[in-house]
């Protein structure tokens, strides 16, 4: 991977952050946040239960297009966005 970019910088002439800029205006820039909460058992049932129940049209504003219920749930909002509550398959 590292020999690619280092071509790719080569070839086109800019630096890193010019060709990741080149790909931002493209496609639109990508944001990552996450966490991992250690919680107990009885917590995750209870999350679990109410996920599984959960139909909800808005989430802190956001409209909810899609939910995939695989592993816990995934709300797609309608401005592309997501919003991921991955549940252990079991508890600790």
């Known amino acids: 991977m590292g ?3 280092l071509e790719a910088m080569t070839m086109s002439g800019k630096p890193l952050s010019g060709l990741v800029q080149e790909i931002f205006d493209r496609v639109g820039e990508h944001h990552y946040g996450r ?3 250690h919680l107990t058992g009885d917590v995750i049932n209870a999350v679990r239960k109410r ?3 959960s139909s909800e049209s808005a989430i802190a504003g ?3 297009d899609h939910l995939d219920r695989m592993d816990g749930a995934k709300y797609l909002f309608s401005n592309g966005a997501g919003c991921c509550c991955a549940l252990p398959a079991r508890s600790r």
């Open 35 to 37: 966490i991992d909460m």
């Open 51 to 53: 996920v599984a129940v």
């Open 62 to 64: 956001f409209t909810v």
């Open 3 to 5: 020999l690619l970019l």
